[in-house]
Each structure stands twice: as C-alpha cells, then as structure tokens.
C-alpha cells in the first residue's frame, strides 16, 4: 500500500522560508507525477505545484514567486520550498500522487489517487 | 484559472435518502479525446481527501457502488444512492484538465 508522509516544521516566523519534505513508502516515485495542495484553516483546497519523477513541474501562478518544488529520486522523496511567508500561508500542506494513464490516443488522462496525511503549518512570530 | 462552482454549500442528508452534488465549471472540461477532466473527492473529518471519483464517472478503486458520478462539459454532478453515516464530510470537485487544477469549494454533507 503507498503511503505519503509529509515532514516539516509546524511553526514558522513570518519572511522566512518553509521546507516540507514528502517521503513515499510501499512504491517507487519513478513514473508518477507529485503534488502539493494546501488548505488553510476552514477554507477549501489550492494546488500549489507537481513534479514529475523525471524532475518537470509545474506551480500555480497565484504563488510561483515564492515556491520550487524538486524530487529525489533516489530517495524516494520530493520537497516544497515556500519564500517570504505571512500568515496567509498559514494552512495544512498535503502531498499527493497523481497516476497518468495512456489514452491509447497519445495523451493521457490522471487522477490524484493517494494523499498524506498533511501537515499544520502556522505561520507566526 | 478555471473557476469551479459546487452547489449546495451544506447538504442536510437522512440515512438512507438520496443526495446529490452539483458542480459547475466556467470552461469545458472536455479533452479532446472526449472523457472530462473532473474529479470528486470525500474530505472526512480530520483526514486528507480520498478519491471517488476521476474522469467525471469512473469510480475510483474500493469506492462503493452508491457514489456515481455524471455530467460532461462543465456540469457535473455527483449522486450518492442511499446515504450512510460513514459518508459525512466535505465534498470537493477538481478540475485537472489544465494547471493550475482548480477545486470547488466544498459541500458539507451531514446526517440529520
């Protein structure tokens, strides 16, 4: 069974920088494409970036000054970096795996199948 | 971005009725290769979300046959058969037809 695990610190000061780690566990990163998605208190979800196994991303417009997102295969892990926090940034972060599947047409289609548990992160001085 | 719409935002529901979910996009979500980019997902209680839903209408693996999923474009809808109490929590679509993905803002479904 794939698990996702995120890690990192459940406080920090406001302009500083957050790392949050994700280790995958029960499979191999290689071949998926792997998100992050936060959710701030009683708000709804935003996606904020994914990456795939191969190391191309993508981030949400609404923050990609701020973020960079990177994979380490040999690890079996993947990162989010998020710059000049304020307490906007103040949510749980999930990490999620997203499996892409052939259409039998050349493109392919996805869904996001597994999640972590997420992670508080407050921001705070 | 592509703006998604659910309605209701709160969904009062007696075990064993029927419910439904509504959930509209601003675009198509219609890939050229004909299947919608829509996707449902079950937030209970103090847990990350779950996948029910992919493609607008394929249940995902282990999902009971009283979720189903409907729709095509920017009009989906998400129906649950016969309520169960284990169901309540928020329900969010996700559209994944073009980045940024984009949710819904939830419907809180409880038991009356």
């Known amino acids: 069974q794939v698990q996702l695990q995120e890690s990192g610190p459940r406080v920090v000061r406001p302009s500083e920088t957050l790392s949050l780690s994700c280790i995958v566990s029960?499979?191999?990163?290689?071949?998926?494409?792997w998100s992050w998605i936060r959710q701030p208190p009683g708000e709804a979800l935003e996606w904020i970036a994914y990456?795939?196994?191969?190391?191309?991303?993508i981030y949400n417009p609404s923050v990609e000054s701020r973020v960079s997102i990177s994979v380490d295969t040999s690890r079996n892990q993947f990162s989010l970096k998020v710059k000049s926090l304020t307490a906007a940034d103040t949510a749980v972060y999930f990490c999620?795996?997203?499996?892409?599947?052939?259409?039998?047409?050349?493109?392919?289609?996805?869904?996001?199948?597994?999640w972590g548990r997420g992670i508080l992160v407050t921001v705070s001085s | 971005d592509i703006g998604m719409t659910q309605s209701p935002l709160s969904l009062p529901v007696t075990p064993g009725e029927a419910a439904s979910i509504s959930c509209r996009s601003s675009?198509?979500?219609?890939?050229?290769?004909?299947?919608?980019?829509l996707e449902w997902f079950l937030q209970k209680p103090g847990q990350s979300p779950q996948l029910l839903i992919y493609?607008?209408?394929n249940r995902a693996s282990g999902v009971p046959d009283r979720f189903s999923g409907s729709g095509s474009g920017t009009d989906f809808t998400l129906k649950i058969s016969r309520v169960e109490a284990e169901d309540v929590g928020v329900y969010y679509c996700?559209?994944?037809?073009?980045?940024?993905?984009?949710f819904g803002q939830g419907t809180k479904l409880e038991i009356k």
């Open positions: 999620a795996r997203e499996v892409r599947r052939p259409d039998g047409s050349g493109s392919y289609y996805g869904f996001l199948d597994y």
């Open positions: 493609m607008g209408s």
């Open positions: 990456i795939s196994s191969s190391g191309s991303y």
């Open positions: 675009q198509s979500l219609l890939h050229s290769n004909g299947y919608n980019c």
């Open positions: 029960g499979g191999s990163i290689s071949g998926y494409y």
């Open positions: 996700m559209q994944a037809l073009q980045t940024p993905y984009t």
